[in-house]
T-cell receptor
């Protein structure tokens, strides 16, 4: 069964450093998402991506964040200058094989720790 | 209930018993989805119910949706120790793609 994969599983970085989190969505999906979950808190939506552009973003997704689909398989989240409060589990999700998508399939997550 | 109030926040039952979790929301939705998360792991999609549906089944799972009360429930029948996890409801609001998650119910099934 196809799965969303994410790399790395864990990332430790120093405050102010740039990190890139990588995701390979399910191959025939058209919609891609990033969410995060700070330890002990709710899963929060960051951004959705469709047709090579951001279709929706939350207020969390400020200028420090960017997303890219550099090729036909990868979907990345870049945090330009990490802050302590960026420490969280980051989940990639994908969904939709047509113009209407509903179910979102999540990857296993990347646990980011900013020191 | 989730999305503000958990009902319950935590639930401990014996294997073989049924587990019921409730979720409330405040918006107009396209659909509501239930996910499971084992400790520190990814989110596994369980079931999706559309706003025009009232009940849905999948194996041992039964989901109901009452849009007039803006609430949903997830029933797991004949629970197993492997069902131990956190369960989240997530709504897809009308006109949006983003999912809004609740705070979750931690289910412990004792063998």
């Amino acid at each position: 069964e196809p799965e969303v994969t994410q790399t790395p599983s864990h990332q430790v970085t120093q405050m102010g450093q740039e990190v890139i989190l990588r995701c390979v969505p399910i191959s025939n999906h058209l919609y891609f998402y990033w969410y995060r979950q700070i330890l002990g808190q709710k899963v929060e939506f960051l951004v959705s991506f469709y047709n090579n552009e951001i279709s929706e973003k939350s207020e969390i997704f400020d200028d420090q964040f960017s997303v890219e689909r550099p090729d036909g398989s990868n979907f990345t989240l870049k945090i330009r200058s990490t802050k302590l409060e960026d420490s969280a589990m980051y989940f990639c999700a994908s969904g939709g094989t047509s113009g209407i998508q509903e179910t979102q399939y999540f990857g296993p997550g990347t646990r980011l720790l900013v020191l | 209930s989730q999305q503000g109030e958990e009902d319950p926040q935590a639930l401990s039952i014996q294997e073989g018993e049924n587990a019921t979790m409730n979720c409330s929301y405040k918006t107009s939705i396209n659909n509501l989805q239930w996910y499971r998360q084992n400790s520190g792991r990814g989110l596994v999609h369980l079931i999706l119910i559309r706003s025009n549906e009232r009940e849905k089944h999948s194996g041992r799972l039964r989901v109901t949706l009452d849009t007039s009360k803006k609430s949903s429930s997830l029933l797991i029948t004949a629970s197993r120790a492997a069902d131990t996890a956190s369960y989240f409801c997530a709504t897809m609001d009308t006109g949006r793609r983003a999912l809004t998650f609740g705070s979750g119910t931690r289910l412990q099934v004792q063998p």
